[in-house]
């Protein structure tokens, strides 16, 4: 696998600011392949064929009204090999992810951020660390466009140099999407050190550190914004966590191209006796 090392520029910029973007990662016409994988997810057609007129139910269940209310779709990367394989344990990314975290890897969690033309939603300001609630911090953090992200159709938002703050209690507002940093503290962030938009093209990449404040505003525009995300870790900082989302992706250096992935287990699991084979 190949070794991957941060230049002075990127380095610098992690370190002072909290993230890095890599310039196409994968070609777009694969940024555009997977984002079909998650277009056709969205939109597969009702089991019956006919879009569901249910006057009860006014957000609607035909293909358009799902495409249009999806925000997140937690767990889907895994259940993607082309997905999968390209970016989670892709050979680049992994090559990322192993220089922060060496030769045993696992992806902690995987996501399909979806923000619909006009529709798409915000996702509100926080640190990823505080919505995990685990104690961790040296988790990698990375995000694909799989199309163009723009300040126009809701790009991600980050406040440089934010990631030097403690891992800051979220909270719940009656309008809240979901937990969030509490959003006076944000203002005063923001009057101090600035917000950062990260625009980019299919396939390009953004990694952040997992304590980094960051937020994406809703989608006004007619150009709706997919991105695929994940979390990679080792079983070091990961042990005696919850894992049951955690797949391998890294062992001894070597990629893990089993699919489906497999699953990282709790390190002290103690497996169930097989049952004695006695005569009855
Ligand atoms: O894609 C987005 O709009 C939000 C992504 C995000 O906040 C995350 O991956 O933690």
């Known amino acids: 696998m190949d070794v991957w090392e941060p230049n002075r520029d990127q380095l610098t910029q992690w370190n002072e600011e909290g993230y890095f973007i890599l310039r196409g990662v994968v070609p777009c016409d694969l940024a555009y ?8 997810e969205i939109m597969k057609p009702e089991p019956s064929g006919s879009p569901d007129k249910d006057p009860m139910d006014p957000m609607g269940d035909s293909p358009e009204a799902k495409a249009s209310r999806f925000r997140k779709l937690g767990n889907f990367c895994s259940n993607s090999p082309l997905i999968w394989h390209s970016f989670h344990t892709g050979n680049f990314m992994l090559s990322v992810a192993r220089y922060f975290l060496g030769e045993d890897i696992i992806v902690k969690f995987n996501s399909v951020f979806v923000k619909p033309a006009e529709t798409g939603s915000e996702t509100p300001w926080h640190q990823d660390n505080g919505l995990w609630r685990d104690g961790e ?3 990698f953090n990375a995000w694909m466009a799989l199309d163009p992200a723009r300040k126009s159709n809701g790009c991600l938002q980050f406040i440089p140099g934010s990631h030097k703050t403690e891992i800051v ?18 203002s005063d962030m923001i009057a101090e050190k600035g917000i950062v938009h990260i625009e980019c093209e299919p396939g390009d990449v953004v990694c952040w550190h ?10 006004p525009s007619l150009s709706s914004r997919i991105a695929i995300a994940g979390v990679w870790t080792n079983p070091i900082i990961n042990k005696n966590r919850k894992r049951e989302l ?14 489906p992935p497999e699953s990282a287990t ?13 005569k009855v």
């Open 210 to 219: 997992s304590s980094l404040w960051h937020y994406s505003p809703p989608n």
């Open 266 to 278: 709790f390190p002290d699991d103690v497996p169930f006796k097989p049952a004695a084979h006695k």
């Open 137 to 139: 911090t040296e988790p």
């Open 33 to 40: 392949d997977m984002r079909g994988v998650i277009k056709n």
């Open 169 to 186: 209690p979220h909270v719940v507002y009656d309008d809240s999407l979901h937990a969030e940093l509490p959003r006076d503290l944000v």
């Open 246 to 259: 955690s797949r391998w992706a890294l062992k001894k250096g070597k990629i893990c191209g089993a699919f």
